[in-house]
């Protein structure tokens, strides 16, 4: 393959889980400009119409599916939708997850509810969006991409109540390579990303409060907050053929931060 061609994503069909979300939405429309065709799956209407838009934008027609990826039937459905319309799946971008600031609460006491809710939100869903697609690769029989979002917590405690985010973003770490000594076989690649704070809805009130944001940006060597735009170099190398000998890997975005610590 030749250098220039490494990161072309033409003739490829990728899906974005959570594909209506503050990354999500990004990676979608990052995807199709590296030329894929692309299946938006969220469980949201109105999010699902405005990442619509913005790969309409680009020329291109998207295939949007409202969906519960907690739900394998649903996810079932939303790869079996993918493959009538584009004729295959190539590639999935698990970008459904978060929480973590909305449930915090001391290790001792952390409670049952907010420990199935993150764990629902963060590690159901890859693992459900995550088989359905990967059947169809290999079914499809011409291997496969899968990019999972961890976080940074997937490596490093944080003495803020963040019990549950951790442990889920761990075990995505985890399945990451555990998919990855599987999937081998059939060409398929896993790997993951592991952001810090990115620039999103999701973590918009945080940002918004400038002692928070003062002090997180004094501990980021780059000196400042990450945003959706600062992933897609990472994720279009590892949807791409840039990565065909990389698998199992974590990478972390974070503008230096981890390498303080
Ligand atoms: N933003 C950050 O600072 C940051 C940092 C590190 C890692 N990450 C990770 O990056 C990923 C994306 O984060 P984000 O900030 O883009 O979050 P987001 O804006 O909340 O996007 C997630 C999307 O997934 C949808 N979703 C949730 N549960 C679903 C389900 N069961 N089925 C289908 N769709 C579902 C959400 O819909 P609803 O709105 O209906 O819930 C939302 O549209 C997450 O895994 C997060 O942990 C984010």
Known sequence: MKPAEMYSLQGKVAMVAGGGGGIGSKLAAGLCEAGAEIAIVDRSGSLLKSTCSLVEELGKEPLSIAADLTNAEEAEAAVAQTVARFGSLDIIVNAIGGG????????????????????????????????????????GGKGGKVLNISSVRGQLGINAGYSAYVAAKGAVSSLTRQWATEWAKYGIT????????????????????????????????????????????????????????????????????????
């Open 100 to 139: 973590a600031g909305k449930v915090l609460f001391e290790a001792q006491d952390y409670p049952m509810d907010a420990w199935q809710w993150i764990m629902d939100l963060n590690l159901t869903t890859t693992l459900v969006a995550t088989q359905a697609a990967v059947k169809a690769m290999i079914a």
């Open 190 to 261: 896993v790997n993951a990303i592991a952001p810090t704070f990115v620039d999103t809805p999701q973590v918009a009130m945080l940002l918004d409060d400038p002692d928070f944001k003062a002090g997180l940006i004094s501990r980021v060597p780059l000196g400042r907050v990450g945003t959706p735009e600062d992933l897609m170099g990472a994720v279009l190398m590892f949807c791409s053929g840039a990565s065909q000998f990389i698998t199992g890997q974590i990478l972390t975005i974070d503008g230096g931060l981890t390498a303080t610590q």
